[in-house]
């Protein structure tokens, strides 16, 4: 039992939790988000897919915790007594608010002042354009599910998604389908980010929670905030600067405490520029398997870990491949590999490319002068969520969702985007400042900078649907958008620099290719030649532009979510030690039947010892089953 004097504070946590649309129906095709930072989330059989292939929805669970006044904290369930009422709101504002046409906060020229998206609808009739069901409540164990089914687009429902409880009262939010659609059925969508007459179910929304204790005493928790966003196609693969990152580096304005530490402030980094490889060929090249930059090489560990002056010259060198975020120059060829926010309309300015956060920036600095903890202990386990202690439980929660959300380029964003590194938006670290109600949307037919970040202005904190309502509409043209220089500049040597590539993969290694490299038949050399063939990402989509983005809108759950794997013997014996990230689920009436990897097979299994297995692959090639498109010479 709670001694009610001893509260200090009780808050929802995750400040904010992310969910994800998925298209998989049924009651149990769901998984949950992860819980702590650096953790992907993992279904319960192991498939982000249900049966028929569609892609499952992650959810987000919402608890409650209490800090005492002597310090400790504990989360509080239904079992302790309690009465927890969940309240929930979210919106979807897209349509209603204003073009995304580069972020606000940059400096001027660079920021543009957007018009209405739909502005020839006016007036009174632009309410209509808002998908806002209003307010939800649920309590109980095993409660729901409730639906925010009541928004409509100028009269069409509009499903945003469901709140649940599970057995101790927790909330369980889940979002949308992934459904987007026009008004009018032979609307096509035009541009990245913003076709008018279109809506989709994104949103987000605050999460409130009243506490009631047994002797009646009730108290409102600090509220928590959800995010519903589009799915994340290579879970377990985070971005070189997170969203997590950017929030660090906003409440110390770039000023660290404490020492630098090798195992929680500089690997890390590194780390996850490494795994980027399994995203974008060009990364592969740069810092991925064999790179001096491959941070799971040990090698490369022990000199990246080497402070004494006789490593110097190689940290040195590390620390100038670095773009600083001070620089008042342009310059292209450096880390990090990604566009940055004001990709494509300014070509030579700083900030054309992504760089590191003034506290990354200050960490790298501070190792390349060899004034850090050499406290390396291996790549780290990470821990279960149980295992840990309420307060870490809390904290975590808190950090999760933004960890696993992108923090640049902002053009605009396929999860958050620039909005969220304005102080204003804040109450705390990780937690936003909730405001009442849905967000205001009209500011006049244009929306300038000033009032863009003026005190008072649509920034002032979070109200339902004020997060998403930047992003591009609907979200599957942005993410069939924003690629690698693969595609913007073909005459490129590598496919670098890219936009999403943690989120949205640009190139990725097939699982027909990974079937190859860890065959037991095959030659090193030749394992490694499918090892390096890098496929793209949209080649199922690919055609003309309007074509593609299109296509994207009804078949973005068709394709292939990057999937990790632990390598096999024939894989370490050819130098794959370490995980791998490959892509599958691709349906077959998608791929037809890929008759060339066994063409490559059959060839592959002449240099076994027994010929009568090579004459058995080559008698057993299929016949050619076409895939589902195929395009004219005049469609490309």
């Known amino acids: ?109 660079y920021a543009k002042i957007p018009a209405r998206r739909n502005a020839s609808i006016q007036g009174s009739e632009r309410a209509r354009l808002d998908v806002t069901p209003g307010l939800r409540s649920i309590s109980g164990r095993d409660a729901g599910p409730i639906s925010f089914d009541s928004g409509q687009f100028f009269g069409k429902p509009v499903y945003l998604g469901e709140i649940r409880t599970d057995s101790v009262g927790r909330l369980v939010f889940l979002g949308g389908h992934g459904t987007s659609a026009p008004l009018n059925p032979d609307e096509r969508a035009t541009t990245f980010a913003n076709n008018d007459g279109w809506h989709d179910d994104v949103s987000d929304g605050p999460v409130h929670a009243t506490v009631r204790f047994p002797s009646g005493f009730a108290v409102e928790a600090q509220p928590g905030y959800v995010v519903v966003c589009p799915p994340n196609y290579a879970p377990g693969l985070f971005g070189a600067v997170t969203l997590l990152d950017v929030i660090d580096d906003l409440f110390v304005a770039g000023q660290p405490s404490g ?52 490593n110097a010259a190689f940290r040195s060198a590390v620390f100038s491949l670095f773009r600083s975020p001070a620089s008042t120059t342009a310059r292209e060829a450096a880390l990090l590999a990604h566009y940055g926010d004001y990709y494509d309309d300014y070509a030579e300015v700083p900030g054309t490319r992504l760089c590191v956060t003034a506290l990354m920036f200050t960490r790298l600095q501070q190792w390349q ?45 396929i999860e958050l985007t620039w909005c ?116 793209d990402w949209l080649r199922d989509l690919k055609g003309d532009y309007l074509g593609k983005i299109n296509r994207m809108i009804g078949h973005w759950w068709e394709l292939g979510i990057l999937e990790r794997r632990e390598p096999t013997e024939e894989a370490k014996a050819r130098g794959v030690a370490t995980p791998a990230w490959i892509e599958s689920g691709r349906p077959d009436e998608v791929t037809g039947s890929n008759t060339k990897v066994d063409l490559a097979a059959a060839i592959e299994s002449l240099d076994a010892v027994d010929a009568t297995a090579a004459g058995a692959a080559i008698a057993a090639l299929r016949s050619h089953v076409p895939p589902r498109r195929h395009l004219r010479r005049d469609e490309i």
């Open 1 to 109: 039992m709670i001694d009610l004097d001893m509260i200090k504070a009780i808050r929802v946590h995750p400040g904010i939790g992310i969910a994800r649309v998925g298209n998989a129906r049924g009651d149990g095709e769901w998984f949950f988000a992860a819980e702590v930072p650096g953790v992907p989330p993992m279904p319960d059989d192991g498939s982000f897919r249900d049966q028929q292939g569609r892609i499952r929805r992650q959810a987000v669970r919402f608890r409650i915790y209490v800090e005492l006044t002597d310090g400790t904290m504990k989360e509080i369930t239904a079992d302790d007594g309690v009465a927890i009422e969940w309240r929930v709101e979210v919106a979807n504002l897209k349509a209603g608010w204003y073009r995304f046409e580069n972020a606000m906060d940059l400096p001027e020229p």
């Open 369 to 413: 002068a060899g004034e850090f903890d050499d406290d390396w202990r291996g790549e780290p386990l990470l821990p279960r969520f149980a295992s840990l202690s309420s307060r870490k439980q809390a904290e975590a929660l808190d950090k999760v969702g933004l960890f696993e959300c992108l923090g640049g380029p902002f053009h605009p964003g």
């Open 420 to 535: 969220m590194r304005l102080r204003s938006m804040w109450k705390e670290p990780y937690r936003l400042a909730v405001l009442a109600g849905t967000a205001r949307q009209d500011y006049g037919p244009t929306l300038t900078r000033e009032a863009a970040l003026a005190s008072g202005g649509p920034h002032d904190g979070a109200a339902a649907g004020s997060l998403t309502r930047w992003l591009g509409i609907p979200w599957q043209t942005d993410e069939a958008s924003c690629l690698s220089d693969f595609e913007y500049e073909p005459s490129t040597y590598l496919s670098f620099p890219s936009f999403w590539g943690a989120r949205v993969p640009n190139r990725v290694l097939s699982v027909q290719a990974w079937e190859r490299v860890t065959a037991g038949d095959i030659s090193t050399a030749q394992a490694m030649k499918h090892f390096s063939w890098r496929e």
């Open 259 to 310: 020492r630098c530490s090798f195992s929680a402030h500089i690997w890390p980094l590194f780390q996850r520029i490494t795994d980027l490889q399994w995203t974008n060929h060009g990364l592969y090249v740069l810092s991925g398997l064999g790179s001096p930059l491959d941070a799971h090489d040990e090698k490369v560990i022990a000199r990246l870990r080497d402070h004494g002056p006789a």
